[in-house]
Structures are given as structure tokens and as C-alpha cells.
């Protein structure tokens, strides 16, 4: 087995976890989907848990590369937010998947601890991000009306979190975009 089949597994096993949940899968629906025997996955992946800690930590690292480059290229708070939610949009696939973190959190008596943990620091950098993204809205009034930048950053994320859970249910970016619709006007 090569690097390819490991990434291969990770990226089928990481969009059907966003699209089916974490028990929506068994490693014999990825080795056929894959064209290798369940055996080979296990060489890799030896348990689902590992599997899991593989996804989130490769999911972390992509999301905080993210939001690296969402700073590099806007340098208002609210062209940031606004970057923010169409990352986010963007991780619906019209309706068809949520984001990884949501997806885990959709089914968190199935996860490891280690897995709990890191969605949770996922979530943690993520608030951190948004918190100093709103701190710089209040420096720069590109975002009207700040409360308080740690209050809007847990309002944002929760409402992010669940405009992804209602347009999933709905299969509909439209529902997503209606959730995000005051925060959107919002930013300048």
C-alpha cells in the first residue's frame, strides 16, 4: 500500500462521514468502494478510532490553513467574516455534507476521547479566530454593532454550526444562506 490508497481512504472515508455521519460507514464500504481488500485498510487505519484521530487532525490542520489564508487576504474584520461563512457555505457541497467537526459532533458516543478532545480544540481555535476577528471589527468598524467579541464569536460558530445541520436537513444552500443573511449585512 502506498501513500495514494492512505489518502484516497481518508478523503472517501472524511466525505462520508460528512455526508452519512460516522456510522453511516464500515471499512467494508471502503475497501469496495476503494477496490482493495478490508484487510489493507486496517494496515493503515487499524481501528475506525484511528481512522477518526487521522481525519480530525488532517481536518484541523486544513481548516487552520484555512483560516491563515483567509487573514493574508482580507484585512477587514468583516471581509474576514464574510470569508468565514462562504468557507463554511463552501463545505456544504450544496446541501449534500456538513463540516467535519458538526459531522462528529452529530455522533459523539461513537468517537474515541482523543477524538472528543480534538474536535473540541478544533472548535476552541476556531472561537479563538473569530473572537480576535470581532476584536478587529471593533478596531476597524467593518462590523456593526459588536456586543462583546467572545459573545459574538460563540454566536457565530453555534450559528454556523447549525446552518449547516438546517441546510443539510433541507439539502439546500438557500437555508444556509438565510441563516447567515444578518450577520452578512452586517460586515462592511
Same mark, same amino acid.
Given at each position: 500500500?502506498?501513500? #495514494? ?5 481518508? #478523503? ?16 467494508? #464500504?471502503?475497501?469496495?468502494? %476503494?477496490? %482493495?481488500?478490508?484487510?489493507? %485498510? ?13 481525519? =480530525? ?10 483560516? @491563515?489564508? =483567509? ?9 474576514? +467574516?464574510?470569508?468565514?461563512?462562504? $468557507?463554511?457555505?463552501?463545505? +456544504? ?19 474515541? #476521547? ?15 479566530? %473569530? ?37 443539510? @436537513? ?9 441563516? @447567515?443573511?444578518? $450577520? ?5
Amino acid at each position: 500500500m502506498n501513500r #495514494d490508497t492512505r489518502t484516497a481512504l481518508m #478523503d472517501l472515508a472524511e466525505h462520508t462521514v460528512r455526508s452519512r455521519g460516522f456510522d453511516g460507514f464500515s471499512y467494508a #464500504d471502503l475497501a469496495e468502494a %476503494i477496490g %482493495i481488500r478490508k484487510a489493507s %485498510i486496517h494496515y493503515h487505519f487499524p481501528t475506525k478510532a484511528k481512522l477518526s484521530e487521522a481525519l =480530525i487532525e488532517r481536518y484541523q490542520t486544513s481548516l487552520q490553513q484555512g483560516l @491563515t489564508e =483567509i487573514d493574508a487576504a482580507h484585512a477587514s474584520a468583516g471581509a474576514r +467574516l464574510k470569508a468565514l461563512i462562504a $468557507l463554511y457555505r463552501g463545505a +456544504l457541497h450544496d446541501g449534500q455534507t456538513v463540516c467535519l467537526c458538526v459531522a462528529f459532533s452529530t455522533c459523539r458516543e461513537s468517537l474515541s #476521547d482523543t477524538v472528543i478532545a480534538r474536535v473540541g480544540a478544533v472548535r476552541a481555535m476556531v472561537l479563538q479566530w %473569530i473572537t480576535a476577528t470581532f476584536e478587529l471589527g471593533q478596531r476597524d468598524g467593518s462590523v456593526s454593532a459588536i456586543l462583546g467579541p467572545a459573545d459574538e464569536a460563540q454566536a457565530t460558530l453555534a450559528m454556523l454550526e447549525g446552518a449547516h445541520l438546517a441546510a443539510r @436537513t433541507e439539502e439546500d444552500l438557500a437555508v444556509f444562506d438565510a441563516a @447567515t443573511r444578518l $450577520l452578512r449585512a452586517r460586515c462592511q
